[in-house]
């Protein structure tokens, strides 16, 4: 079964300390992964495309990168403005644009 | 642009009651996506429209679920009649359609079923 898993479910940080959100997935012959940022109260707010292992997006303060069989959102000296829950989704072969969500990581930077 | 526009933003109701959930979606794009989201279940794909038809309803999880799309800026979501376990924050997207997931979503209705 084509799944998505992200990990940690929650991470708080300290502004300025940087790390990184994983996405895995075990969906055969991807055809491209997203990353969604969402607010409290808002609805996601599309971040990355990536389609092929090695490929790599970059925005302000986040990285996202692709292998094989995960994902990384990277993020750099977070600054308080970028708490929020971070969500990846994954699109299959034949999905008729049906996309497989991960559950997502919600992040805290903390000043 | 004024993005994608959902209305209401909240709803209570009481079970048994008829729910409409209203959406605008950005002009030009052909495709629209109603979802659903839970702490339990996440975000669930309801349905979806190509060019103002249904392409995709399996997501709809029973007959008292329906959606419209009457011309190419305006869709509806309708229950009837309305149970508890519907209570979720139901969100509208749109899309060109260039990119499968490259959605531009609204910022949803917040359903409560009493």
């Known amino acids: 079964e084509d799944q998505v898993t992200q990990s940690p479910e929650a991470l708080r940080l300290q502004e300025g300390e940087s790390s990184s959100l994983n996405c895995s997935y075990t969906v055969s012959g991807l055809r491209g992964l997203f990353w969604y940022r969402q607010d409290p109260g808002k609805g996601p707010e599309f971040l990355f495309t990536l389609y092929s292992a090695g490929e790599e997006k970059e925005k302000e303060r986040l990285k996202a990168t692709l292998t094989k069989k995960e994902s990384f959102l990277h993020i750099t000296a977070p600054k308080p403005e970028d708490s929020a829950t971070y969500l990846c989704a994954v699109e299959a072969p034949d999905s008729n644009y049906q996309l497989i969500w991960g559950a997502g990581t919600k992040l805290i930077i903390k000043p | ?114």
């Open chain 2, 1 to 114: 642009d004024a993005g994608v526009i959902q209305s209401p933003r909240h709803e209570v109701t009481e079970m048994g009651q008829e729910v409409t959930l209203r959406c605008k979606p950005i002009s030009g794009h052909d495709y629209l996506f109603w979802y659903r989201q839970t702490m339990m279940r996440g975000l669930e794909l309801l349905i979806y429209f190509n060019n103002n038809v249904p392409i995709d309803d399996s997501g709809m999880p029973e007959d008292r679920f329906s959606a419209k799309m009457p011309n190419a800026s305006f869709s509806t979501l309708k229950i009837q009649p309305s149970e508890p376990r519907d209570s979720a924050v139901y969100f509208c997207a749109s899309s060109s359609g260039l990119a499968a997931g490259e959605l531009f979503f609204g910022e949803g209705s917040r359903l409560t079923v009493l």
